[in-house]
């Protein structure tokens, strides 16, 4: 039992230590994601669950020798560790406060409603799982492409309290997953829930996935759900007129980028005529640079690139670098962008923090419209699964950016 105690011990500090201080090299970044993912997110859980493992053990069979003692303090350090990752993802709604405050060109105002969740329960909160509200319907699958593609569906959200206003505001979401894995049934649920509860119309998009789909195919099915949204939620009792893109990791890419390109033909073929202008975006640690610039994602090295050159774009940057920056959300900045909210973990091993940093730059110096940057101590990829404090946080300031949409919809 002592070696038993002393592995369990080892790998539970290994995972807590590689969370605080992920490295960087492509060889590992994914492994790391995923340890510091699950122990950032999961951190008061997983002390619990290590903690209680061990009582149980010292209880019933007992505590005996060298590497038992070791792995004993091993565990008590990883527990401490993940104790205090759980104080810092408290810690993220005060950033989401700061970033509201020191939004550009004017602060949002965050009403305290918006820290009182509306999907949240102890249940919820004590498992940190996306259970389903049930005060929110979901239709699923529907055909925004009308092929019968699986590809080409969508999942709608809406409470099902009646509306106090005559059409719902408008988020559509689009998941990420590298643009080669993932489904509309998997990610952000905690926020489209919570908007959804709030009265807004959500929408879960499916869209074509590499390696079979070639670029642009992924952002031409994204601006079809965008085209298909404003003839269609209407009849769900959405708001054609205020739509609000959002995404995560390759699905806040595409969002992005949507929403920096309306009416392109290049990503519009056989419906060029067709509005799809947005009102906001909220990019969830988006891959907004796709060329592997060594002053933003090449700090991470090649993998980015390697993948979007083997599977995504089928070609390489040296022959094609305009179709890259075509491509890039940092590359396709105009001053007549609309409203974004960029959220995004500092210790992101997959997208890393300059990425960011450098389209908000970016978009600082060329747009005039509202940007929100909000940057999170300790985070990880992927923070917005499970029902985590973190992922309440990042939600009220989701919350809080696109009700701002919704005033300004109103007096404009």
Known sequence: MGIVIFIVGLLAALGTILTYLPPKPDLVSSIVF???????ELSLQLAFVLSGGWLIVAFTVGIHGGLAIIGSGLLAAAVLGDLGLYVIA???AQAVKNALQSATPEPIPLDPSHLAPRYGNLVRRTLALPLPLR???VVKDIDYVGDGRKHHRLDVY???AESNSPLRPVLLYIHGGAWVIGDKREQAKPMLFELAARGWLCLSVNYSLSPKATWPEHVVDCKRAIAWAKDHVADFGGDPSLIVLA?????????????????????????ESEDTAVQGCVSIYGVLEMTGDKESSGRHGDAMLHLLERQVMKTTLANERAKFEGASPLHRMTPSAPPFLV??????TLVPVEVARQFVRRYRATATARCVYVELPFAQHAFDIFSSPRCTATTAGVVAF????????AVG
Request: glycine letters at 14%.
């Open 343 to 348: 959220l995004q973990g500092r210790n992101d």
């Open 135 to 137: 005060t929110v319907k």
């Open 90 to 92: 408290h810690q993220s």
């Open 34 to 40: 995923t340890i510091g993912w699950l122990t950032s």
């Open 247 to 271: 995404g995560g990791s390759a699905g806040g890419h595409l969002a992005s980028l949507c929403a920096l390109t309306p009416g392109a033909p290049e990503f519009q073929p056989g419906f």
């Open 402 to 409: 696109v009700e701002q949409l919704r005033r300004d919809a």
């Open 158 to 160: 809406f409470s099902k």
